[in-house]
């Protein structure tokens, strides 16, 4: 499993494509919305990730994530289900 | 299968649709309101949400005229969009006449309202029929739980006639998810991928109908508080709800969105029998953000 550092750097790779547009500097505070990705396109985004890691989430657990932390978390728990 | 099964598919839809609405909802706002229930101390809030939502509902001239043009081909689709327009009618009318009959607005304040909504025009926030089916889907649902946490609070403030109407129109805008559903799930037997891959693209661009025409709308919303529908609640209720009855899981549309992404050779997006869902005027289908 990656540490935290990779996660958020896989988190801006996939940002960026599925924005299509440059994202960095996030951080763990970073709120999602802040990203100009709206709620669907965060959908989407979370989907590659899990795609990529391997993992899946269940949809009632996607509700209620604000921070990238809120994410991270998710996925580590996710990853150690 | 060939075009004109699937044409035959998406007229069944609408007869049993039709059938039903015939037989079990057919209201009248002027005789079916109880309007001796009026409570004409109800929150400014929520004459703010009935104004509202009379105003969105009041764009069905440019819904009617764009929406239809894009289904004339499609029989079962097109006399849908002409029902569907007589059921919506009803929605601003009963709104309309409950803002007057409360004395909350007057007969002048609705007629200016209506004035100041058609110096804009709503327009197709997709190009194609199926795009805009799928858009049904997420729309006519996502309004029918805004209408129905209306009828929950209309209650609550003791209004019964407001409550009938929203509920009455909570009521129409399932019936109207359900087609909707219905036939994409039909254009989904027809062509997985491209239905899809229009999922994934509804699903980036969605965004309620005449939110960006509506005088003051995100003030509205904003004073409304829980009237709008924020993004947690529109996954739970709508987003989720309307996958799970297609059939389709979230893993598909990723796929299907990372396909989209990739640079497509010049040729077709769709072909076949498909190509008759697209209005022949409007040219080829947007990609990516709308
Ligand atoms: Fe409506
Ligand atoms: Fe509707």
Known sequence: MKNRSELIALFERKATEVAEREIKGVDESTVMSALGIDSLGMLELVGTMEKELGIHIPDDQLVGLTTIKDLIELIEERAAA | ?290
Not at chain 2, 33 to 54: H, K, Y
Not at chain 2, 228 to 252: A, C, H, M, N, S
Request: aromatic share 12%; with cysteine; net charge negative.
């Open chain 2, 1 to 290: 299968m060939g075009d004109s099964r699937l044409a035959e598919k998406v007229y069944r839809a609408y007869a049993t649709f039709f059938d039903q609405a015939e037989a079990e909802r057919r209201w009248n706002p002027y005789r079916d309101v109880p309007w001796g229930e009026i409570n004409r101390e109800v929150s400014d809030d929520l004459i703010l949400v009935a104004e509202t939502f009379c105003a969105v509902e009041s764009y069905l001239p440019d819904y009617v005229a764009k929406g239809i043009n894009l289904v004339r081909k499609s029989f079962g689709q097109a006399w849908f969009a002409a029902n569907w327009a007589y059921e919506e009618s009803k929605h601003s009318i009963a709104l309309q006449e409950y803002l007057v009959r409360s004395g909350r607005r007057t007969e002048e304040q609705m007629f200016d309202l209506q004035d100041r909504l058609k110096e804009l025009e709503w327009k197709l926030p997709f190009e194609t029929a199926r795009q805009m089916t799928i858009y049904g889907c997420f729309q006519e649902m996502a309004t029918f739980y805004i209408y129905v946490r209306q009828e929950a609070r209309a209650q609550t403030e003791g209004d019964g006639a407001l409550r009938t109407i929203f509920r009455l129109n909570a009521r129409d805008e399932i019936a109207h998810t359900h087609f909707y559903e219905d036939v994409v799930k039909l254009l989904l037997e027809e062509d997985r991928a491209g239905t899809l891959a229009d999922i994934a693209l509804v699903t980036r661009g969605f965004r309620m109908p005449a939110a960006d025409l509506v005088p003051e709308y995100d003030e509205r919303v904003a004073v409304m508080r829980e009237a709008g529908i924020d993004r947690d609640t529109f996954l739970q209720k709508v987003y989720f709800p309307v996958l799970k009855y297609l059939g389709v899981t979230r893993r598909e549309l990723v796929e299907a969105a990372e396909a989209d992404r990739k640079p497509r050779t010049a040729q077709p997006y769709r072909t076949g029998e498909i190509e008759t869902w697209r209005t022949t005027t409007l040219g080829s289908p947007r990609r990516g953000k709308t």
